[in-house]
């Protein structure tokens, strides 16, 4: 029987667990599948067979737009020296909790 | 149930729902490392074991049932090709990619509807299993409908090859619903399950599927048979001597 190949790689697809109610969506991998109904049951059956989770999205990697390597610098480092930006300098009354 | 005198029904019962997991956990399990995909791997791996777990609790009861001290290991590994009650469909060889999904199309179909009935079986111990192994099954069902309508409406390539995989598994349809005495002495006391009354529910869904997939629905030329006899295609020697190999040539080995 001749095995004709498929040129086309299927897509890309990024996959977001929620563990639990409450929890927002967590970046757990990706993989490949050629249409989202087929990402989402591969996102099952990989990132939640051990009940990893209640909740699944999967998103085309291509549509995720990401900051480059090349704007690192202006992107992040003025952050860096600005201690003030932290809630840091409160005094915090001992009867308060859970801070 | 009215236990002494259904007991060795409902064993024999057990081992066929039984044979019916193990043997196509075992079919399944020989993708992985094989399939098109590394994400089919899982799946097919994931499907295999929700079935390798019905097995091993229906064996277990069967052994049970049975009174005579055999193990779920017992019972797996140490008989012989005619001892088992599978039916053939389980034991097609897996083929191409279309044979098996049209494999798992046409079984799990079917035994969705069987253990939905069997939830509310008086066995509590079958009605259990089949209530935690209906959710499982449905997903089986979900993962092969996707399948057969991606490569039957896919390339005339897949949809060829899809058609093959029909034409090579529906001689083994009509096996899955021939009720036997001991089904219908089962089903009459609220135990078992008459398996000709999923044959309509079954049809419906299989040709829902094969019409939106662009399939034909094949004419068997041939049908088989005896499976619950314990009769069983050729493909299953070689089936059974892998299985069996490692607890044979080391009995009560263990990890």
Request: glycine share 8%.
């Amino acid at each position: 029987m001749s095995e004709p190949r498929s040129t086309q790689e299927w897509p890309l697809w990024e996959v977001f667990v929620r563990a639990r109610r409450g929890l927002s969506h967590q970046h757990v991998g990706s993989l490949h599948a050629p249409d989202a109904t087929m990402a989402l049951r591969n996102a099952r059956d990989i990132y939640t067979r051990r009940s990893e989770g209640v909740s699944l999205w999967v998103v085309p990697a291509a549509a995720i737009v990401a900051s480059s390597p090349d704007e690192k610098d202006e992107f992040f480092d003025p952050a860096g020296d600005k201690a003030y930006r932290h809630p840091t300098f409160y005094d915090i009354p001992d009867e308060v909790q859970h801070l | 149930m009215s236990d002494t005198l259904l007991a060795p029904d409902v064993a024999t019962y057990a081992l066929r729902l039984g044979d019916d997991a193990l043997v196509l956990a075992q079919r399944l399990g020989e993708w992985v490392a094989n399939a098109p995909q590394l994400e089919e791997d899982v799946a097919l791996a994931n499907i295999a074991l929700d079935l390798l777990g019905q097995a091993r609790s229906l064996l277990t009861y069967a052994g049970a049932s049975e009174g005579q001290g055999r193990t779920e290991d017992d019972l797996a590994f140490l008989r012989d090709e005619r001892a088992f009650v599978n039916v053939t469909m389980v034991e097609i060889a897996n083929g191409d990619f279309g044979v098996t999904m049209a494999r798992q199309l046409c079984f799990s179909t079917y035994q969705l509807g069987l253990y939905d009935v069997l939830r509310a079986s008086s066995d509590e111990t079958l009605a259990g299993v089949a209530g935690k192994a209906v959710k499982e099954v449905a997903y089986h069902r979900d993962h092969a409908t996707q399948w057969v309508l991606r490569l039957g409406d896919g390339t005339d390539e897949s949809h060829n090859r899809m058609q093959a995989g029909l034409e090579r598994v529906w001689p083994h349809v009509d096996e899955l619903f021939e009720a036997d005495d001991l089904e219908r002495r089962l089903s009459a006391t609220g135990v078992g399950v008459d398996t000709s009354t999923l044959r309509a529910p079954w049809d419906a869904y299989v040709d829902g599927v094969l019409a939106r997939a662009g399939l034909t629905r094949p004419d068997a030329s041939w049908l088989a048979a005896g499976g619950r006899r314990g009769l069983h295609t050729e493909a299953f020697g070689h089936l059974l001597a892998e299985m069996q190999h490692l607890h044979r040539s080391h009995p009560g080995a263990s990890w």
